[in-house]
């Protein structure tokens, strides 16, 4: 089975509202983590990153929040805007020689006006 | 346009024709991947490369081939295409030291 997963596979908030969209993992060899946001039509892209090595980062109005020790990534979206509507993916990269992300299957995040 | 490039967009092809699908990217990066999404499965690696002339298998390779003569290019094939190989095909590149990959707009395949 995939060793990335998402608990909620879709996340409904109000405009302005946070929002939080939760990923488990279950490989404790990843060396980093990325969520992606994928817009219809389009393909995935990039959001943030966090190294294994962090607890936290913050970029402009999102936070990835990683938590070893259950195997746990989040992401936070402040204030969350209606162009915020997409499919976010978790992603890992195992650290073996191949230097390719395996990915969860998705949170759809709708966000109502 | 710099970027990475997906041709064609749409596809739509019968079972047991072989079908390419190409992949462009302008930043020379070395890695360049493959993938597969459908419903369900999020994204799927079928093929990576760490550079011209260097490839692997991922976790859905059976029934593709890839190749990658020159760095910039990573097309991918299908042999003889089944059913099951309808999905939405996405190309990625990514540098060397580097953590983001770019995604390309994707190809969306249909075998009939």
């Known amino acids: 089975g995939e060793s990335v997963g998402l608990h909620l596979p879709t996340l409904s908030v109000q405009e302005g509202d946070n929002s939080i969209i939760n990923c488990a993992y279950s490989n404790s060899a990843s060396d980093y983590f990325i969520w992606y946001k994928q817009e219809s039509g389009k393909g995935p892209q990039f959001i943030i990153d966090?190294?294994?090595?962090?607890d936290k980062r913050q970029g402009q109005r999102v936070t990835v929040l990683l938590n070893k020790t259950v195997k746990h990534l989040s992401l936070q979206i402040a204030a969350t805007q209606p162009g915020d509507s997409a499919v976010y993916f978790c992603?890992?990269?195992?650290?073996?020689?191949?230097?390719?992300?395996?990915f969860g299957s998705g949170t759809r995040l709708q966000v109502q006006p | 346009d710099a970027g990475i490039t997906q041709s064609p967009r749409y596809k739509i092809t019968e079972t047991g024709r072989q079908v390419t699908l190409m992949c462009h990217q302008t930043w020379s990066h070395s890695y360049m991947f493959w993938y597969r999404q459908d419903l369900g499965h999020g994204l799927r690696l079928i093929y990576y490369s760490a550079a011209a002339d260097i490839t692997d298998k991922g976790e859905v390779s059976d029934g593709y081939v890839v190749s990658r003569s020159k760095t910039e290019n990573f097309p991918l094939t299908l042999e003889s295409a089944t059913r099951s190989q309808t999905s939405v095909y996405f190309c990625?590149?990514?540098?060397?030291?580097?953590?983001?990959?770019?995604f390309g707009q994707g190809t969306r395949l249909t075998v009939v």
């Open positions: 990625a590149s990514r540098d060397r030291g580097q953590t983001e990959a770019f």
């Open positions: 966090i190294r294994s090595n962090m």
């Open positions: 992603a890992e990269n195992i650290d073996t020689g191949r230097r390719a992300l395996t």
